[in-house]
């Protein structure tokens, strides 16, 4: 299994620990994998339209579905609305997925009047660029009211994620979109890679430097990115064996203990850890 090692330079004692990617140095555990999320619970609910008597945050509430028809507090809708329509959800931060799944909403009448699942809908992710961009490699997207439609995609990173929804009517009234709940699922645990992490204090000249090196000890070739509150630097396509190393001038005499963010970005994703150093005063 891949893990994250770090090497922490203390007062006359270099600590090496074996930990997870998502740890902190000093401690150990196992690196198992977690089970996914449902992050749209986290998530920040909008649409394109909703009428007064139901809210579009109805759509992430948590609230499972049963059948058909729920409650107006749980659900959301378009009526009497047609056309194209959306609902989307934003994160503060961004988060990893790769799966989804919507229950939509059946409630017609005799004369066609009501809501009902879209005749088509897709998924669209907002790019690192803020543009919208169609999921890559959907599974089908399937319509019904009476069970989930899960939809699985190449994983994207990103902060906000919408369904585009198609309605089943073209006349006011009949055939508006409504989704009683939709799930968003990350991928589970954070990936991890082999890479020898060290953060250390030193002096030059009575000004104190934060120095981080990390060492590619894994088989493909990484992008390694150093941060500490004196500065950041980036290095890509690390090979391995190589490392990415920089010396942070703190532009002051002391500077108090603290840890670097060193995050790491390979094939399977992306994986960060917090490496500790020690104060110093020179």
Request: negative net charge.
């Amino acid at each position: 299994m891949r893990s994250l090692r770090a090497a922490a330079a203390t007062a006359g004692l270099l600590l090496t620990v074996l930990i997870p990617a998502t740890a902190h140095a000093g401690a150990r555990a196992e690196a198992n994998a977690a089970e996914p999320e449902n992050v749209a619970l986290t998530a920040t609910a909008s649409a394109s339209y909703t009428p007064g008597w139901v809210t579009a945050d109805n759509i992430n509430d948590g609230v499972l579905p049963t059948g058909p028809i729920g409650p107006n507090e749980d659900v959301w809708n378009t009526w009497p609305q047609v056309g194209e329509q959306w609902v989307q959800l934003d994160w503060p931060t961004a988060v990893t997925v790769g799966r989804s799944r919507v229950w939509f909403t059946q409630d017609i009448d005799g004369d066609g009047f009501g809501v009902a699942p879209p005749s088509a809908w897709k998924l669209q992710y907002r790019t690192a660029a803020g543009v919208w961009a169609d999921v890559e490699q959907p599974s089908a997207y399937g319509t019904q009211a009476t069970d989930w439609n899960t939809v699985t995609f190449a994983p994207v990173t990103t902060t906000s994620l919408r369904a585009l929804l198609t309605a089943s009517g073209a006349e006011e009234g009949k055939g508006a979109p409504g989704v009683q709940e939709w799930e968003v699922f990350d991928n589970g645990a954070a990936p991890q890679y082999q890479v020898e992490v060290q953060a250390k204090t030193q002096c030059f000249g009575g000004t104190a430097f934060a120095s981080v090196n990390a060492r590619n000890a894994d088989d493909e070739p990484l992008t390694i990115a150093l941060s500490t509150p004196f500065g950041a630097r980036t290095a890509t396509g690390v090979a391995p064996g190589r490392s990415a190393y920089q010396s942070f001038n703190a532009r002051t005499a002391t500077v108090a203990a603290g840890s670097a963010t060193v995050t790491v970005t390979g094939p399977a994703g992306t994986s960060e850890i917090k490496a500790p150093y020690p104060a110093v005063t020179c």
